[in-house]
């Protein structure tokens, strides 16, 4: 096997993995169905973040949906949020898009739809994928 082919294996399967994420979200904001979901948790993530803002924290949110057939599906989100802790009180809800054909991969809407976030995930694959395989880096 031939050096650093392993390593340009795994970056561009990173690449792809990122640009599928963000073709993903882009998908579900155009043709994805959208339901409600309830909030279960809500847990705060690590410390205080090193950003520009004090005071802000990366929480993960979990929810659960029921489909049209009766089916209940779970999710979950990240979210940077201030100190404010809340606890879920079982009524707090998001709005949740998802393919009808596979629920099981969806997320809440406001990370849906075309976006900077979006077509960040694309470019930064597509670059990964670029600089790892470009001729200039391979001494094959």
């Keep these: 096997m031939k050096k650093g082919f392993t390593p340009r294996i795994l970056i561009s399967l990173l690449g792809t993995?990122?640009?599928?994420?963000?073709?993903?979200?882009?998908?579900?904001?155009?043709?994805?169905?959208?339901?409600?979901?309830?909030?279960?948790?809500?847990r705060r993530v690590g410390g205080e973040r090193t950003d520009g803002k004090p005071s802000r924290y990366n929480y993960?949110?979990?929810y659960t949906f029921t489909l049209p057939t009766?089916?209940?599906?779970?999710?979950?989100?990240?979210?940077?949020?201030?100190?404010?802790?809340?606890?879920?009180?079982?009524?707090?809800?998001m709005r949740v898009r998802y393919f009808g054909a596979f629920p099981?991969?969806?997320f809440p809407d406001r990370d849906t739809g075309i976006g900077p976030g979006?077509?960040?995930?694309?470019?930064?694959?597509?670059?990964l994928i670029y600089l790892i395989?470009?001729?200039k880096q391979r001494h094959d």
């Design 70 to 93: 009766g089916k209940t599906i779970d999710g979950f989100a990240k979210k940077i949020g201030d100190s404010v802790y809340l606890k879920p009180d079982g009524t707090s809800t």
């Design 60 to 62: 993960d949110i979990g």
């Design 17 to 42: 993995a990122l640009i599928l994420m963000g073709v993903t979200q882009i998908a579900l904001g155009l043709v994805g169905e959208t339901t409600t979901a309830i909030i279960t948790s809500i």
């Design 118 to 127: 979006q077509l960040t995930l694309i470019l930064a694959g597509g670059g």
């Design 133 to 135: 395989n470009s001729t």
């Design 104 to 106: 099981y991969i969806n």
